[in-house]
């Protein structure tokens, strides 16, 4: 019997992005999609991107969507098709599409094995995860590594909410792992408005120093 991975909220797992290529690079090519856009999106993974279906997918307005009622808060949600995201799904639809048309079939799922919708992934994830050197990570983790590149990247708190789907501040917080790499970036802005204030008050005095010498 396979044990199934359990989405723990108190972890504090994230992925890298040189940490995910590899574990990237060790998964199938059916999965690679599916785990390429829960990188980007932070969406759950069984629960949301598993049941997407091309209806979902909004290539000319640029969006992928969930229906109200699909999200564990019960009310919908939409995340705009970055270009790496749009790059990704429109992948997707080609092999799609060249599949429907060599087996004329119809496959509504956007993330499927030769069509058929997929069900389980946990051996493959386990096996990628493992052979990448990277044995700790989960799924769920893809949540807490999409808030964190929201807050590096400067995304206001409220889209960020609403693009990944948590309805309160304080879910989103405990999401929001503060990592070594941005206590460092803070402390070099910190050290640069320092420095700034410091160049300010070096010109003011050069300044009334020379009007004095006049």
């Not at 290529?21 to 059916?30: I, N, Q």
């Not at 091309?54 to 969930?66: A, I, T």
Request: glycine share 8%; with cysteine.
């Amino acid at each position: 019997m396979i044990s199934l991975l359990r989405e723990d909220n108190t972890r504090k797992g994230f992925f890298e992005p040189q940490q995910f290529r590899k574990v990237l690079a060790e998964l199938p090519d059916s999965l690679r999609p599916l785990f390429e856009t829960a990188y980007e999106t932070g969406w759950r993974v069984r629960s949301e991107l598993l049941n997407r279906q091309w209806k979902h997918v909004d290539f000319d307005g640029g969006w992928l969507r969930l229906e109200p009622g699909e999200t564990k808060n019960r009310q919908g949600r939409m995340f705009p098709l970055t270009p790496s995201l749009r790059a990704v799904l429109e992948r997707r639809k080609k092999v799609t599409e060249q599949l429907q048309q060599a087996n004329d079939c119809i496959v509504p799922w956007v993330f499927h094995r030769s069509g058929r919708r997929i069900k389980d992934f946990y051996v493959a994830w386990r096996g990628a995860c493992d052979r990448a050197g990277s044995p700790e990570r989960i799924p769920h983790d893809f949540r807490r590594t999409a808030v964190r590149n929201f807050e590096r990247a400067g995304v206001p708190r409220s889209a960020a909410m609403a693009m990944v789907g948590h309805k309160t501040d304080a879910v989103y917080r405990r999401y929001a792992i503060v990592d070594e790499g941005m206590l460092k970036d803070g402390a070099l802005k910190l050290a640069q408005l320092h420095q700034a204030h410091e160049d300010a008050a070096d010109a003011k005095r050069r300044a009334i120093g020379g009007e004095v010498g006049k």
